[in-house]
């Protein structure tokens, strides 16, 4: 058995980071007076909708076993884990700004960007499995950032535009 130092170094480095970015942010957003109702509002829901990206990812990789494309346990629990983290993530950060923001978000953009972002992301996760290279994933980024950039940018009136 081989052992990868490199990947021991991100798995745990990782983690450690994750939770030292987590306690430090929380620790200033209690010196800040932010873990208030709305805070807790909107990382509940952040982590509903991780669920139901979840499970589409179950079954997208379900669907492609049943296509006969070999999946390691340890490539399927990387890919489940990055997709509910960086669900729990987009969701929370596109419902703060909804909810923090003076002009309100447009539900259609948002679902738009929403669809690109994981469309994108199914569609280069699968090409990724079928040629076992994951530089494949690199290239959702740009689709990744319009499908953002289009959730969270609120359409501007025609009135901004002419004056």
């Known amino acids: ?3 990868s130092i490199g990947g021991i170094i991100g798995l745990y480095g990782g983690m450690i980071c994750g939770i030292l ?3 430090f942010g929380r620790k200033k957003a209690r010196e800040n ?6 805070y807790y509002h ?13 499970l589409g990812a179950i079954y997208v990789l379900f ?33 703060s700004i909804s909810m923090s923001s003076t ?5 259609s953009r948002v679902k738009l960007g929403i669809l690109v972002v994981v469309t994108s ?3 280069f996760m699968i090409i990724s499995i079928i ?3 994951w530089m494949f994933l690199l290239l959702s980024i740009p689709p990744n950032l319009i499908g953002l950039f289009t959730a969270l940018t609120p359409k501007r009136e025609d009135s901004e535009l002419t004056s």
Not at 72 to 95: K, P, R
Not at 103 to 107: D, G, S, T
Request: no cysteine.
């Open 1 to 3: 058995m081989e052992v």
């Open 63 to 95: 669907s492609l076993i049943m296509f006969g494309i070999e999946l390691s346990n340890a490539m399927v629990l990387g890919i489940l884990l990055l997709t509910h983290l960086g669900s729990w993530g987009i969701s929370g950060i596109v419902l």
């Open 21 to 23: 970015g987590w306690w």
């Open 33 to 38: 007076r932010g873990l208030d109702e709305l």
């Open 121 to 123: 992301i199914v569609v």
């Open 131 to 133: 040629t076992n290279n």
């Open 103 to 107: 002009v309100p978000l447009q539900p």
């Open 42 to 54: 909107i990382w509940k829901n952040a982590k509903s909708y991780s669920w139901y990206v979840t």
